[in-house]
């Protein structure tokens, strides 16, 4: 029924034996921000996947803005993800990370000592985040980069990637998307800078193609990629007039860099606004490389997007929390458990984590 999703790809210099992508996910498992042996069971059992990108990881102590969620900024990190790498690749699965720093998005009593929230713009993000010694708590008016902070925040970036390396990853995606660190320098509305890195289109692009340049000198174009949500709302980050022409820009911009791939998010299933067809086939058109669709894909939708050519990758998020063989229920036609518990997608431990059954 599925002979395009079935199909090897080659992204990169990586090989999948499928099109199939599990979409990176929180799950706040990461106690102390340390990878840990049930997140390598968990990315490990879900291995017959094309590709894993795994959940938000921060490349700096100020990008932890959530409770539990790991990094990849020193060596017990990046001892903690080598467990994750090898389970996978013992499975034959291919593994990127993903760089999530939260910037504004968080809250200081979930970062380590020495740690603050950042931004481009000391604009505060509406909304509260959990912390785990006190519950709920407003986001703080965030710090503002310095010229300074900037430089060292990229330096983190690619320092990380290194580490990532190092730790046996296949690449690096890069968050830019659901109102974290790289969109608030994108978007008008969270970054007011006067300096080269806000204002114009140019300007608000300018970090993260620099991030992006800088990541793939350090370990190569092709382990370098990037997530965006053109029309995400997610973390206060309303629509703007220039949304379009600012992502088709940045979709050029990418292509001249030469990443592996961009992730595209329509987030429109859980009541974003939807991304209309129009800026998805200009950023198709703008950036020659692999483009991975994802945003409420059932098998059916997938499978035509990719004999219509809209994409060369389809990732699925949350079918892939509660089937950890999601992979052989969709090839072998088994029905799919929607059985999830909400209540322990961002808790510690095995519940509702590795304890999902196979079909039987």
Do not use: C
């Not at 706040?28 to 997140?39: E, T, Y």
């Not at 204002?199 to 793939?216: D, K, M, W, Y």
């Not at 929390?321 to 029905?335: E, L």
């Amino acid at each position: 029924m599925y002979s395009k999703l079935f199909t090897p790809y080659t992204l990169g210099s990586t090989t999948l034996k499928n099109r199939i992508v599990m979409a990176p996910m929180t799950r706040s498992r990461a106690i102390g921000n340390v990878p840990n042996s049930i997140m390598a069971e968990f990315y490990a059992q879900r291995a017959a996947a094309g590709l894993l990108i795994t959940e938000g990881t921060s490349p700096s102590p100020n990008g932890l803005g959530y409770a539990r969620i790991p990094g990849i900024f020193n060596t017990e990190q990046i001892d903690g993800w080598k467990l994750v790498t090898n389970a996978v690749h013992e499975k034959g699965g291919k593994i990127f990370i993903q760089f999530m720093h939260t910037g504004r998005v968080g809250h200081e009593l979930n970062l380590p000592t020495g740690a603050k929230i950042v931004a481009p713009s000391a604009i505060k993000a509406a909304g509260q985040m959990w912390t785990d010694r006190e519950g709920m708590k407003d986001h703080p008016v965030p710090h503002a980069f310095s010229a300074s902070e900037l430089l060292a925040t990229k330096a983190e970036y690619v320092r990380a990637a290194k580490n990532a390396i190092d730790a046996g990853f296949d690449g690096v995606e890069l968050h830019g998307a659901n109102g974290y660190l790289l969109e608030q320098f994108i978007s008008p509305n969270s970054n007011q800078r006067n300096d080269n890195y806000g204002g114009s289109i140019q300007n608000r692009t300018r970090f993260v193609i620099e991030v992006a340049q800088e990541i793939s000198d350090a370990i190569g174009k092709d382990k370098t990629a990037i997530r965006l949500s053109p029309y995400g709302v997610f973390n206060d980050m309303p629509l703007y007039t220039e949304r379009d022409a600012t992502y088709t820009y940045l979709a050029e911009q990418l292509n001249r860099v030469g990443i592996a791939y961009i992730h595209l998010v329509d987030h429109s299933s859980q009541g974003a606004p939807e991304v209309p067809v129009t800026i998805k086939r200009a950023i198709r058109s703008a950036f020659k490389n692999t483009l991975i669709l994802s945003g409420g894909y059932d098998a059916d939708r997938a499978e035509a997007d990719l004999e219509s050519g809209a994409a060369d990758l389809i990732a699925f998020g949350k079918p892939f929390i509660s089937n950890p063989d999601f992979v052989a229920r969709v090839k072998n036609n088994h029905p799919l458990s929607n059985k999830w518990d909400a209540s322990t997608f961002y808790t510690p431990g095995e519940k509702g984590y590795t304890d999902y059954p196979a079909f039987a």
